[in-house]
């Protein structure tokens, strides 16, 4: 049994923790306000944007995860939730003493800035032209640069159970597929969120980074018209390729698991048809 903190456990943190505290793992959930973590994981009142909150840490932690979010997209938001919240749960794990086998963060695809529909693995270039990659990459350099053993998790898209805004607006008509070129999208499951990250703690030698998608970087237009089809909904209408919001986003490439599955893992959801699939079940 491992001592566990989950630092912003939220979407998928209280996933994590859930299916650690099922594995007998003794977890300790950190968010601003703890109410509602799953059965069996202890609740921690904290803000990492308060270092003062940070004073008092469940001794003798064996892994950390740093699950945050951030309250939004702006630049400010984003550098206060990854880089100074991160700086300060290190800070604060330093000063105690602790010594944790490993500290996870989950970073995100936006540190890669090609938009070509180029494939990428975790060697392919890291050069984000967006704020929201930038920021990402930076608080990477944090942790890796740390002196704590360190692996940083980048996820594609999360969704899961209670994230339906795709689902609903294809069921309303309002998706529309876009006119142009493919434009493809790269997306992680909530429950392959958590169970990569659990798999990756049970190694004895691990990889400094990895990228946690499924099996299949899909074509906005194609989950679209699938998500149609699924739900009895109106085909969509054809939009403009710059109204459509897969046009909107920097976001177009293809993103490689290879390395997290030579490592083990094997996904509960392969491609997008399983998770929407059972979502909409």
């Known amino acids: 049994m491992s001592r566990i903190l989950i630092a912003g456990c939220g979407f998928v943190g209280a996933a994590l923790a859930r299916r650690l505290a099922s594995e007998n793992h003794e977890v300790w959930g950190l968010r601003r306000s703890p109410e509602g973590l799953p059965p069996g994981v202890h609740p921690l009142a904290a803000d990492l944007c308060q270092p003062e909150s940070l004073r008092n840490l469940p001794p003798d932690i064996d892994f950390v995860f740093y699950t945050a979010s951030a309250d939004s997209s702006a630049a400010e938001a984003y550098s ?37 529909g180029e494939w990428v693995d975790e060697n392919a270039p890291t050069e984000p032209e967006h704020h929201t990659g930038r920021i990402m990459l930076e608080a990477e350099g944090v942790l890796l640069s740390s002196t704590f053993p360190a692996i940083a998790v980048r996820l594609g898209g999360v969704y899961g159970p209670g994230r339906r805004r795709l689902i609903e607006r294809v069921r309303r008509g309002e998706a529309g597929v876009a006119e142009g070129p493919p434009r493809y999208v790269n997306r992680t499951h909530r429950d392959d969120c958590a169970g990569a990250l659990a798999h990756l703690m049970s190694l004895d030698a691990p990889e400094q980074i990895y990228l946690a998608v499924d099996n299949e970087p899909a074509e906005q237009n194609e989950i679209i018209r699938w998500l149609a089809d699924r739900l009895g909904a109106p085909p969509p209408r054809t939009a403009p390729e710059a109204e459509a919001p897969s046009r909107r986003s920097g976001s177009n490439k293809r993103c490689k698991n290879a390395r997290l599955k030579a490592s083990g893992y094997q996904l509960i959801y392969p491609s997008f048809r399983e998770g929407y699939g059972e979502m909409i079940k």
């Open 80 to 116: 206060a939730a990854y880089v100074t919240g991160l700086e300060n749960l290190l800070n604060a794990l330093g000063e105690q003493g602790q010594s944790p086998r490993r500290v996870f963060f989950t970073s995100s695809t936006s540190v890669y800035g090609q938009s070509a």
